[in-house]
């Protein structure tokens, strides 16, 4: 059974940065990517960033997070990281990482395996 487990999340002020830390465990194998997802109450998952490994390493990010967020493994493909700087209070969110087997990598719905989450609360 694949396994993600996100942390890292917590409290920070406006223009401070986090580093949000998943790790997979449980066999992933093949080709797969893991993305970042986050969510608000009342609001659906959306897109945050990925990144796969289908020969070159690939990364693909949401045009909100672009030149602030960085997605990143520790060369194993056993802990996927977010670096998130300059963060603003529209980045509060609980945070997913997730696997996908598929090509598609922008809709939960590709996704197959997620964590519990990490909350990330960013005050003005």
């Known amino acids: 059974q694949v396994q993600l487990v996100e942390s890292g999340g917590g409290l920070v002020q406006a223009g401070g940065s986090l580093r949000l830390s998943c790790a997979l465990s449980?066999?992933?194998?093949?080709?797969?990517?893991v993305g970042w997802f986050r969510q608000c109450p009342g609001k659906e998952r959306e897109f945050v960033a990925v990144?796969?490994?289908?020969?070159?390493?690939?990364?693909f990010y949401e045009d909100s997070v672009k030149g602030r967020f960085t997605v990143s493994d520790d060369n194993t493909k056993n802990t996927v990281y977010l670096q998130m700087n300059g963060l603003v209070p529209e980045d509060t969110a609980v945070y997913y990482c997730?696997?996908?087997?598929?090509?598609?990598?922008?809709?939960?719905?590709?996704?197959?395996?997620w964590g519990q989450g990490t909350q990330v609360t960013v005050s003005s």
């Open positions: 990144i796969s490994w289908s020969g070159d390493v690939m990364t």
């Open positions: 997730a696997i996908s087997y598929g090509k598609g990598f922008d809709s939960a719905n590709e996704y197959t395996y």
């Open positions: 449980g066999g992933t194998s093949g080709n797969y990517a």
